[in-house]
C-alpha cells in the first residue's frame, strides 16, 4: 500500500475535519476527555487553522487518495519550540509505520527551524506513550491542572 505524508491542500479541509472529528469520537470514547463532540461547523473551523496560518501546520497521510491520518502542530518561534497537538491514524490503517512517517515530517520541519519538540500525551493513553518512547521522544516533566468550578471561586 502506497502512503504518502504531505501538507494537507484547502479542498482537502472536509476530510481533514472528518478525520480529526473521528479522532475526537476516539478519545471520547476511551475517556480521555470529557467534552462534547464539535460541531461540522467547529470541526471545519478547527481543520481550515491549521491549513490557513503561520503558526499552526499539519501534515496528513494520503492512502487511496484519502486523508487517513494526521498531525497537527503549533510553531512557538519565541522559545524556538513545536508542539504537537493532535497524532490520530485511523485504525485499520495502524501498525503501518504511518504514524512515524508523520513524526518524521515534523521532525524536518524542527530540524530545519532548529526547534526541539514537545507532546503532551493523556496519561491514561499507554498506547501513545509507548509510541512517543519508542522514537526517542523522553518524559520531561508533569504537567499541572486546576480544575475551576464556580464552587471553588
Not at 484547502?10 to 470529557?34: C, H, M, P, R, T
Not at 521532525?107 to 509510541?131: H, R
Request: hydrophobic residues 40%.
Amino acid at each position: 500500500m502506497d502512503i504518502t505524508c504531505r501538507i494537507p491542500t484547502v479542498d482537502e479541509i472536509g476530510q481533514l475535519a472528518d478525520i480529526i472529528g473521528e479522532f475526537e469520537k476516539d478519545n471520547l470514547a476511551k475517556n480521555y476527555f470529557s467534552d462534547q463532540p464539535s460541531t461540522n461547523t467547529e470541526l471545519l473551523s478547527y481543520a481550515r487553522d491549521f491549513i490557513n496560518s503561520e503558526s499552526k501546520r499539519a501534515f496528513v497521510a494520503i492512502a487511496n487518495k484519502r486523508i487517513v491520518g494526521f498531525v497537527l502542530f503549533i510553531l512557538f518561534t519565541e522559545d524556538q519550540h513545536l508542539e504537537i497537538i493532535d497524532l490520530y491514524i485511523q485504525p485499520e490503517f495502524r501498525k503501518l509505520g504511518i504514524g512515524q512517517k508523520l513524526l518524521h515530517s515534523v521532525e524536518l520541519i524542527a530540524t530545519k527551524l532548529d526547534f526541539i519538540i514537545k507532546v503532551e500525551v493523556y496519561e491514561k493513553n499507554n498506547p501513545a506513550i509507548t509510541f512517543y518512547q519508542k522514537l526517542g521522544y523522553e518524559n520531561d516533566g508533569v504537567v499541572l491542572i486546576k480544575k475551576i468550578s464556580s464552587h471553588t471561586v
